[in-house]
């Protein structure tokens, strides 16, 4: 009887009843059934005495069944071996290309294998048992002779250890920190210039002093008067030209004074009251000045430019104290409010890093690196234990002081970069301006969740990075505008309540007076600054 014999074995019959199957290979992921044939109900008829706990038979958890999965040991093992051959789980997917280059470095590091034809002396064959290069040891006894049953001690140099230091020991910095300070050096040279009247009042006193002169007490806790909104231009400084002005600072507490940083590579502190005249100018950048940030009692601020240098100065005397660069522009940077950490500040980068610095030892102290793009904004909150930051990769990250591993990670596909924030009052929330024309708020505690209830719209942002500021009671938020206005919101309703026109340009720095009623400065590319009250 003739037949196709191709899909059975040669030694059986066609008419044998034993059906044969090919074998399941491990990589097959054909299902035969669906979820949904999984959870139809049985079939026949209804059960007319049945209650709905009935159905809930069928599941061991809450959401389904769970049911054991097996796998066998020859299986586990083999995938267990194939991912350790390539580094471990983390490096699952590592090109050939590049197994085969580590591969070649860890060959380059041993010595030649030798000659197979020389038996003793220089290139005598040594095969498989070659050691490393001397680049990577040291012989110890080396000068000594050795004795028939003494052997020659390797000590291999581990980088990851740490050395053991005595207590006053001279130690020499590391090359790459060397060479950080030479480019430091060769930032050039700083400069100040006193503009004042006089530099000395009838006491002695500097601009430092806080006026007691005064119809007001500068030295109150700011948020202790009630706040409205301003009306009136009252005063305007045009010191910085036409080129933009891209920050703009209070004195800590008391506001008596008003810093400035513009595209001019300059930075200029003005008098707020007696005269408003301009005191002091701070040169050493040479390029466009993007950040500044007093420290917690106003005596130092810190200047990052584009440049790619970080500056920290004296307010009082203008003498430039410390240089800071790791070669990257610093988009934004915050002196650590705390007690504890007054001398150290944070830097967020354009290469997606943040950066914590010691201003006494101009060392690198920590270093956060989770972000994808460009680092915008740095607040500090939770009792400066903690900050957030926002970067270009439309997320916001929570990290705890000192430990570079976020604690928390907010990242929605609807979301937009945010460009600036600024802390509420009450320390609980944080308004973050978003490049889609409106004013989100977050959590600034444990949760750091978004208060969904609160968003402040009527402005215009998209395309340029324009502060937020809140009044110092709490009850107003402030932003400015890319057609030129300022905006005032109510907190709680959300309510725009005024716009005012404070230029022709995009206003894109705001701040609140922390002492003043209802005194707010605003400035922007005109690179004129405006006083309102």
């Known amino acids: 009887m003739a037949g196709n014999f191709g899909e059975y074995p040669p030694n059986m019959a066609p008419q044998d009843s034993l059906v044969v199957r090919e074998q399941a290979q491990p990589d097959h992921a054909v299902v035969p059934y669906t979820g ?5 109900p049985a079939l026949g008829p209804l059960n007319p005495f049945k209650d709905q706990s009935s159905a809930l038979k069928r599941k061991n958890v809450l959401t389904g069944n769970a049911e054991e999965a097996f ?158 909104i301003p009306k009136k231009l009252v005063h305007t400084w045009k010191h910085h030209g036409d080129k933009a002005v891209t920050a703009l600072r209070f004195f800590p507490g008391s506001g008596h004074l008003l810093m400035s940083a513009s595209a001019d590579t300059t930075v200029k502190i003005f008098d707020v009251y007696h005269n408003k005249e301009l005191l002091r100018s701070y040169c050493g950048h040479t390029k466009a000045i993007t950040d500044i940030s007093f420290n917690r009692d106003g005596s130092q601020f ?17 003498q430039c104290l410390n240089k800071f660069t790791s070669g990257k522009t610093p988009n934004v940077i915050r002196f650590n409010p705390s007690v504890e950490h007054s001398t150290e500040f944070l830097a967020g980068l354009s290469d997606n890093k943040i950066v914590q610095y010691d201003t006494r030892t101009r060392e690198l102290v920590q270093e956060y ?6 680092v ?40 937009y970069p945010i460009t600036r924030t600024a802390l509420h009052p009450s320390q609980k929330y944080l308004a973050c301006q978003s490049s889609d024309n409106q004013v989100l708020v977050y959590g600034a505690t ?29 009850q107003f938020l402030a932003s400015g505008d890319s057609a030129g206005f300022v905006a005032f919101w109510d907190w709680k309703t959300c309510k725009m309540y005024h716009k005012l026109q404070a230029g022709d340009q995009a206003i894109t720095c705001v701040q609140w007076h922390p002492q003043e009623t209802s005194k707010v400065v605003a400035a922007g590319l005109d690179g004129t600054i405006r006083y309102w009250d």
Request: aromatic fraction near 10%; hydrophobic fraction near 30%.
């Open 369 to 374: 690196d989770h972000h994808l793009n460009a």
């Open 376 to 415: 915008n904004t740095i607040t500090f909150v939770d009792g400066n234990r903690r900050f957030m930051t926002t970067s270009d990769d439309k997320s916001i990250r929570a990290w705890d002081y000192n430990i570079p591993v976020p604690i928390k990670y907010i990242a929605e596909p609807y979301m």
């Open 446 to 474: 444990d949760k750091f969740r978004q208060n969904r209830k609160k968003s402040f719209r009527g402005h215009n942002n998209a395309g340029t990075a324009i502060d937020l500021a809140f009044s110092p009671d709490g």
């Open 71 to 228: 796998i066998s040991e020859h299986t586990f093992r083999s995938k267990h071996r194939a991912i350790e051959r390539k580094g471990g789980p983390e490096r699952e997917y590592r090109s050939g290309a590049d197994i085969k280059e580590e591969a070649a470095m860890i060959r380059a590091g041993r010595q030649k294998k030798g000659d197979a034809t020389i038996a003793d002396g220089d290139g005598a064959y040594v095969g498989p048992w070659a050691s490393y290069k001397k680049s990577e040891w040291e012989e110890v006894g080396q000068d000594e002779e050795l004795a028939s049953d003494e052997e020659v001690e390797y000590v291999y140099e581990d980088d990851d250890d740490d050395d053991v230091i005595e207590s006053g020991a001279v130690v020499t910095a590391p090359a790459a920190a060397l060479a950080r300070r030479k480019v430091v050096e060769e930032m050039g040279d700083e400069t100040t210039i006193f503009h004042g009247s006089e530099q000395f009042d009838y006491q002695g006193r500097t601009y430092m002093h806080v006026p007691q002169d005064l119809d007001i007490d500068l030295k109150k806790e700011p948020g202790s008067i009630t706040n409205y």
């Open 302 to 318: 810190i200047s990052g430019s584009f440049d790619r240098s970080m500056k920290l100065w004296d307010t009082e005397t203008g």
């Open 36 to 40: 949904e044939d999984l959870s139809r």
